[in-house]
Structures are given as structure tokens and as C-alpha cells.
């Protein structure tokens, strides 16, 4: 896939935004993601770096992205996650529009059979159905500590696992119904939208403008209200079945085999929680984004 940099509306067939801090162990990945993608399609990736401390910034400029610092201002602030997201939207130029992070990367068709629906058939939204953790493709970039454990079992799930739908399976049978019997004629199960995360998510800019973009501050289900925001606006929706969207579970990693007990006794640790106010230590601190306003 082409990378570029332009100035002119509708030039890119894809805008892609990504906020970022240190994020040199996973952009490498990342980039060399998106350059072979199997497509002739022309993308322009706008990366806003959250004033990383590494070389994040270096990387993202070398190849080829258009890069922004999220500059602190006089008053000791910077933009938060949700609001780097619509500062990305602003400067973009792109017929579509998708969101990611920079510890996401994908299948070799993925923006092909993403973006053919929406230039080619008349569709306003596309979104994935197979989902699985980037540690599964990419094993170099576990975490320094890790459960071997809870490694093995990730590499060994059935693909079935982590499919998006299923997890909301009867709304969503139920939403089809509904659908039908309302419009009297047969819909394919899958132009039935659910919500996703935002790298699952790929949309047309007006109704990503529409939407009114990023509204709640990160770790809020701020994705989950984007994406059903963008429904409002959108008449024909579609599941891709044929890609495969992989994205970091690092924050989520145990450190040790002790997570198979927290499992076990975990409704009896959450009722102790209730009554000693315990705090039980989380595994979402290595890196990244953490605190509920979307700030470090």
C-alpha cells in the first residue's frame, strides 16, 4: 500500500490516525503492516505523538507518515487520546476514515477487502469480524515479564474464539430479526452492525464527520460510543469475514502463573475487594494510556 503525504482533499482513498507514545518496540511492526498490504490503494497515516521520550517520532518520519507532536501549551496542557483522534480528523484528507493504535497491525488483505465495499459497492461502514491478539503473530514483543502459561494458551485458542460477533451473538441475531420483519424482505445477517473496538472500525469521512467523532475520554468505552455514534448516519453496513485485525494484549499480560488463581477465586477476591477495599494490582501499567480522563 502507498503512503503519502497531500494537502488534497480525497486524494487518499484511506486516512489512518494513530495517537502514539514510545511506541518503538511495536511500530516497526506496525509500519512494515501497512506497507505491504496487498492493495493499490493510497493511504495517508497521520501519527500524533504524545511527546514520546524514545524514537517513536523518528521512526513514524522515516516512513513516510505525516507526523505531529502533541505539543504542551502555555497553559500546561496537552490534547487527551480522544482529542488527538479528532485533531487527526481534522488534518486528514481521505474518502475514508480509520482509527488504530500503534500496537496494531493486520492480515496482508485486510484494507483491500476493507475499503472495496465502501469505494466499490456502495457501502458506508465495513467492519472485522476475526480479531486476534498481536502476540500471537508477533511473539518477539511479549512483555519484559510474562506467564508462559497464559502465552501458550493464547497461541493455542481456536480462531473461533476470537471472532467479534459471538460475543454479543443474541442481541445481534435478535437486531437481524427486528431489521427483517420491519423492512418485510430478506438481509444478510451480516449488514447487521455491533459495536467493535475503533480499530475494528472502518468508515466513509462524511459520517465519521457526521458522527461528531471521539466524544468520551479514553478507558470510558470511548470506541464503543464512536462506533455506534457512526451507525446513526450510516444506511448500509458490512462485516468482513476474510481479514483479521491483531492488536496488542500487553496491558492485559500477567506476569507470572498466579493469574490462573486470580481466575479461580477471582469472585471471591472481587468480594473481598467490596469489603476490605482491597486493590488488587493490574496488569494495564507497563505502557500506555492509563488513566480514565485519557491522560498520563
Not at 467492519?127 to 512483555?143: R, S
Request: charge should be positive; aromatic fraction near 14%.
Amino acid at each position: 500500500m502507498e503512503i503519502i503525504k497531500t494537502d488534497k482533499m480525497f486524494e487518499p482513498d484511506i486516512s489512518i490516525i494513530i495517537p502514539v507514545y514510545n511506541e518503538e518496540k511495536y511500530l516497526p511492526y506496525v509500519i512494515e503492516s501497512l506497507k505491504y498490504q496487498k492493495t493499490d490503494y493510497k493511504a495517508e497515516v497521520i501519527l500524533i505523538d504524545d511527546c514520546s521520550t524514545d524514537n517513536t517520532y523518528k521512526i513514524a518520519e522515516e516512513a513516510g507518515f505525516t507526523v505531529y507532536k502533541n505539543i504542551i501549551d502555555t497553559e500546561g496542557k496537552k490534547l487527551t487520546v480522544t482529542e488527538m483522534r479528532n485533531f487527526g480528523v481534522s488534518k486528514s484528507h481521505g474518502k475514508t476514515i480509520y482509527h488504530m493504535d500503534g500496537d496494531t497491525i493486520f492480515s496482508e488483505n485486510f484494507f483491500q477487502n476493507m475499503l472495496d465495499p465502501i469505494l466499490k459497492e456502495g457501502f458506508d461502514i465495513t467492519l472485522v469480524f476475526k480479531h486476534k491478539p498481536f502476540e500471537t503473530k508477533i511473539k518477539k514483543v511479549f512483555p519484559s515479564k510474562y506467564s508462559k502459561s497464559f502465552a501458550f494458551i493464547i497461541n493455542n485458542l481456536p480462531s473461533i474464539l476470537f471472532l467479534k460477533i459471538p460475543v454479543r451473538f443474541f442481541i445481534w441475531i435478535s437486531n437481524w430479526l427486528k431489521k427483517m420483519l420491519k423492512e418485510k424482505k430478506y438481509i444478510s445477517i451480516f449488514e447487521i452492525p455491533d459495536r467493535v473496538n475503533g480499530s475494528a472500525l472502518l468508515v466513509k469521512r462524511d459520517i465519521a464527520i457526521n458522527s461528531g467523532g471521539w466524544k468520551k475520554p479514553f478507558g470510558s468505552h470511548a470506541d464503543t460510543d464512536y462506533c455506534l455514534n457512526c451507525f446513526k448516519f450510516a444506511k448500509k453496513v458490512k462485516w468482513i469475514t476474510n481479514v483479521t485485525l491483531f492488536y496488542s494484549i500487553r496491558r492485559h499480560f500477567p506476569e507470572n502463573d498466579l493469574w490462573i488463581f486470580e481466575k479461580i477465586f477471582s469472585p471471591f477476591i472481587n468480594i473481598l475487594d467490596k469489603i476490605f477495599k482491597i486493590k488488587s494490582k493490574k496488569h494495564r501499567n507497563e505502557k500506555g494510556y492509563i488513566k480514565p480522563e485519557g491522560k498520563r
